[in-house]
């Protein structure tokens, strides 16, 4: 018996109940209903593949195969980004109306794949032993925010990186990923540097046991961080950042675009952690500073945060900052010459050598000085995690929509060392329902 006719048959044998009774069928009937069955189970054969086509979610741009990094002489991938700076539009995505997140127990509501997309990146500074800590931070992006926008990741180093390093990365990110080798003049003593006065500081605080002291790659990072990396080539092309470190984790989902929330709002500069730096590190770093605002007024914002940088009007600084190993923000700021400025005065003065400035002081005090205080944000919607501090988003309602696994006692915010108290007591924001609990 043939197909046809073994439908033939099961059509006959199939033969219903009405919905005033039952009725009998002829042959003719049976015919005719196995027929319009054949058309019937052929359009819903077709159209569960051109569905199951177009709804995929497979990156399949990142198939084994179609990395797009090279083997040649190439050390970075040139790609343009996915997004077009002009539409911001991802590919096979539809742009969705999304609500910002609100200040301290903001949900945003996010489009069901993806969204407008904002011409930005990851960014990330790493070595190839790196590896395996890097991509434990990409899948905790990757699975909490990232795999609905596909946004590009740059990666850094001060050496070529590696092939494994290209390929397990490359297949870890929804987006384009771009490796870009660090200029040896961004990541090297410059000329202006007593090479005795900074190997004394080293030797003095290795006797002090001050973590870092006396590193030498350490430095170099701080001072590229604070200074170069928004310089680099790989970087020209994006108007926003998010930074990413080795061995970071997040706990909640990121149910909005930080990003468009960003350039929607207004905002140069986002942070998740802030506290006091090691007073040892910095002896004479607002002494710089001091000497920067007194050259150029022209570059301090009217409106300012310097409530949340000192104690008596700027005469001393109190060492708060914001925790730079995560930060968003604005590329276009840190390119300007008011930025620019700022950092060359610093960079010259030798505290990167002389002492251990690090780039989260550096940023703060800058962003704190140069932006108005409505452009920094707080992001409590973003779990975040980098030895030893936790951000975990204060209220319990956030935490449940935002399927969060974090403890809630781990919150790092309202603790006594943390200087987030201060920045809302400086823009009167009321504090998250249940702030108490976690102090």
Known sequence: ???????????????????????????????????????????????????????????????????????????????LPKASPDT???PGVAPGVESPPSLGSGLATSPAIGGERMNATFVTLA??????????????????FNHRYGYDWVFLN?????????????????????????????????????????????QDMANRKIIYGDSISYRHMCRYESGFFFRHELMQKFEYYWRVEPSIEVFCDVTFDPFKFMKDNGKKYSFVLSLYEYVDTIPTLWDSVKKFMKSHPEHIAEGNSLKFLSDDGGDTYNHCHFWSNFEIGNLDWLRSQAYVDYFDSLDRDGGFFYERWGDAPVHSIAAGLMLKKEEIHFFNDIAYYHVPFTHCPTGEDLRLKLKCHCNPKDNFDWKGYSCTSRYFEMNDYTKPKGYQDEQ
């Open 88 to 90: 911001g539009a991802a």
């Open 127 to 144: 070595r190839n032993n790196d590896l395996w800590e890097i991509s434990k931070s990409i899948r905790h992006i990757e699975d909490r």
């Open 158 to 202: 001060d050496q070529p990186f590696d092939d494994e390093f290209k390929k397990i990365t490359t297949a870890l990110i929804s987006g384009k990923t771009h490796y870009g080798l660090i200029p040896k003049e961004h990541w090297s003593f410059p000329d202006f540097i007593d090479q005795d006065k900074a190997a004394k500081t080293r």
């Open 1 to 79: 018996m043939s197909k046809e006719d073994t439908l033939d048959e099961k059509s006959r044998k199939r033969s219903s109940p009405g919905r005033f009774g039952e009725r009998e069928s002829s042959p003719a009937m049976a015919a005719g209903s196995a027929k319009y069955l054949r058309y019937i189970l052929f359009a819903f054969f077709a159209i569960a593949v051109i569905y199951f086509l177009t709804s995929s979610s497979i990156p399949t741009s990142n198939l084994p195969g179609s990395y797009t990094w090279s083997n040649g002489d190439n050390r970075y991938n040139e790609g």
